[in-house]
């Protein structure tokens, strides 16, 4: 059997329910794209929208020097994202939400003033958010 390509694969997958011993013995994939499928199907972004929302938490904590990271500033990032996906009502975060976010965010990602270029400050992500 082949694998399937991406878009054959369901974006989420439900855990079976009944007896847990059976359950164990189950095959479950360690690799490739059902694998992925499967992790995905927790989270609140979408397939399209995971290049913005990683770009998102870089300006927010990873692209910063380890002296200026903060995890606050990342639980902070993670509360707007969250906060945006409950506001929006339903479904996930998809590339059709990445408008919001430069509109919110875009300017300030550019700006050299309060941090470096492409990273976003603590004030930032606030004055975004707001």
């Not at 479950?28 to 397939?47: C, E, K, N, Y």
């Not at 309060?114 to 004055?127: D, P, V, Y």
Request: net charge neutral.
């Amino acid at each position: 059997m082949t694998d399937p390509s991406p878009e054959q694969l369901p974006e989420h997958i439900d855990d079976v329910e009944g007896d847990e011993a059976a359950a164990k013995t189950r095959s479950v994939p360690r690799t490739g794209p059902l694998r992925f499928a499967r992790m995905s199907g927790s989270s609140i972004a979408g397939r399209d929208a995971a290049a913005w929302v990683t770009d998102f938490l870089n300006a927010a904590y990873y692209r910063r020097s380890g002296a200026e990271r903060e995890v606050d500033d990342l639980r902070l990032a993670f509360c707007v994202l969250t906060t945006f996906w409950h506001r929006k009502g339903s479904g996930r975060l998809h590339v059709t939400d990445l408008p919001a976010f430069h509109r919110a965010f875009g300017a300030e990602r550019f700006a050299t003033e309060h941090s470096a270029r492409g990273t976003l400050s603590r004030a930032q992500l606030f004055k975004g958010a707001s």
